[in-house]
C-alpha cells in the first residue's frame, strides 16, 4: 500500500466527495462542497492542489479543466488511518483499539451486532 500523508478535517471532507463523484473537475467537487457549509471557489482549488503535492489526489491536466480523482480507495485510506490509530494511540494493540470503540459505542441495531460477531467468528477460524 502506498503511504501517504493523513489527510486533515477539510481534506477528508473532499475525500468523501470525490470517493463518490470521481474523477471530477474543481467545479464540481465545489458544487458538492458548498452543499455542507460555505466556502469560495478558490479555497477549494488551492485545497485540491494542497492534496495534490501531498499525493493525496492525482490529476490530469489534459484538458482545459483539470480531472482530479483520490490516489488512494475510501477502505485503503481507512486502513491507513486506523492503522495510525492503532499504533500511535494503542500501542499496536487491535484488541485495545476494537474493546475502545465497542466500549463507547452505541452499538443497537441488530445487524450490526451479527456483523461484529461475524467477523469475530471468521477471524477465529482463520486462526
Same mark, same amino acid.
Given at each position: ?6 489527510? /486533515?478535517?477539510?481534506?477528508? &471532507? ?10 471530477? +473537475? @474543481? ?11 460555505? +466556502?469560495?471557489? #478558490? /479555497? #477549494? ?11 493525496? @489526489? ?45 466500549? +463507547? ?7 450490526? =451486532?451479527?456483523?461484529?460477531?461475524? =467477523?469475530?467468528?471468521? &477471524?477465529?477460524?482463520?486462526?
Amino acid at each position: 500500500m502506498i503511504n501517504i500523508p493523513k489527510p /486533515t478535517k477539510t481534506e477528508l &471532507a473532499i475525500l468523501n466527495i470525490m470517493w463518490q463523484i470521481s474523477p471530477a +473537475t @474543481v467545479r464540481q467537487i465545489h458544487e458538492e462542497l458548498i452543499k455542507n457549509g460555505k +466556502t469560495s471557489y #478558490t /479555497t #477549494t482549488l488551492k485545497m485540491l492542489q494542497v492534496m495534490h503535492q501531498k499525493g493525496l @489526489v492525482s490529476r490530469n491536466s489534459e484538458q482545459k479543466a483539470h480531472i482530479y480523482q483520490p490516489s488512494l480507495s475510501k477502505k485503503e485510506t481507512q486502513k491507513q488511518m486506523l492503522d495510525d490509530l492503532k499504533n500511535r494511540l494503542f500501542g499496536g494493540s487491535i484488541s485495545s483499539l476494537v474493546l475502545q470503540a465497542l466500549g +463507547t459505542a452505541d452499538i443497537t441495531k441488530q445487524s450490526e =451486532i451479527n456483523e461484529i460477531k461475524a =467477523i469475530l467468528e471468521k &477471524a477465529e477460524e482463520e486462526s
